[in-house]
C-alpha cells in the first residue's frame, strides 16, 4: 500500500485493502467497517469503491474503509466482531432504472439471506448465507445499493450512476454516525 489515505497501484491490489490509516479493531472501540463492493474497470460495479474513495477523511474514527471483490470468506473475515457493517455495492434491476438507490437493514437476530443481488458472481445472499451458517454475521448489516446502467468493460461510472455518489456517500455517513450516537 502507498499509503494510509491513497488505495495501492493497480497493479499491487488485491481483492481486499484497507483505505483507512487505523485499525479501530486494535484500539478496542465499537468498530464498524464500510466494504466498497466492486469492480472499477467494470464501469458502474466500480461505485462501492467510488464510494470507499468519497468517505476518506470523514468517517468516524473507530470505522474502517474497505474495498473488497466481494468473495464472501474475505468479506466475512473483513466484517469479523464489527458491530456494524455497511456494505456499498452496484445491483441490476429489471426493468433497470440506472442510478435508483436502495437500502436494506438486516439485524443479526432478524437476518436472512437475501436473494443474490449483486452484479458479481457470488452475491450478497451468498456471504450472507454462509455468514449465518458459520454464526459470524455482524450485530447490523446495512447495504447501500445503486442500480447500474453498464458493468461493461472500461473505467469511470455512467452519468447516471455518477450523479449519485455524492448522495449513496451521505446515505452511509449518515448510518455510521448514527451509530455513535
Known amino acids: 500500500m502507498t499509503g494510509a489515505e491513497d488505495p495501492p497501484p493497480r497493479s499491487q491490489r488485491g481483492a481486499l485493502w484497507r483505505a483507512s490509516g487505523t485499525t479501530s ?13 466492486g469492480n472499477e474497470f467494470r464501469r458502474d460495479d466500480g461505485a462501492g469503491p467510488e464510494v470507499v474513495a468519497r468517505l476518506r477523511g470523514r468517517v468516524p474514527e473507530a470505522a474502517d474503509l474497505l474495498v ?9 473475515e473483513a466484517w469479523d466482531g464489527a458491530a456494524l457493517v455497511i456494505v456499498v455495492d452496484a445491483v441490476r434491476a ?20 437475501p436473494g443474490s443481488v ?15 451458517a458459520l454464526d459470524r454475521m455482524p450485530g447490523r448489516l446495512i447495504v447501500h445499493a445503486v442500480e447500474a446502467g453498464d458493468v461493461g468493460q472500461g473505467t469511470g461510472l455512467s452519468p447516471a450512476v455518477a450523479a449519485v455518489i455524492d448522495t ?9 454516525t448514527s451509530l455513535s450516537r
Open 168 to 176: 449513496l456517500a451521505a446515505a452511509v455517513l449518515r448510518d455510521l
Open 118 to 132: 449483486s452484479s458479481h458472481g457470488f452475491g450478497l445472499g451468498d456471504t450472507i448465507g454462509l455468514a449465518l
Open 68 to 76: 473488497s471483490d466481494g468473495e464472501p470468506a474475505r468479506m466475512i
Open 25 to 37: 479493531r486494535e484500539e478496542g472501540r465499537q468498530r464498524s467497517v464500510v466494504i466498497g463492493v
Open 94 to 113: 429489471e426493468p433497470a432504472v440506472p442510478g435508483r438507490l436502495y437500502r436494506l437493514v438486516l439485524d443479526q437476530a432478524t437476518a436472512g439471506p
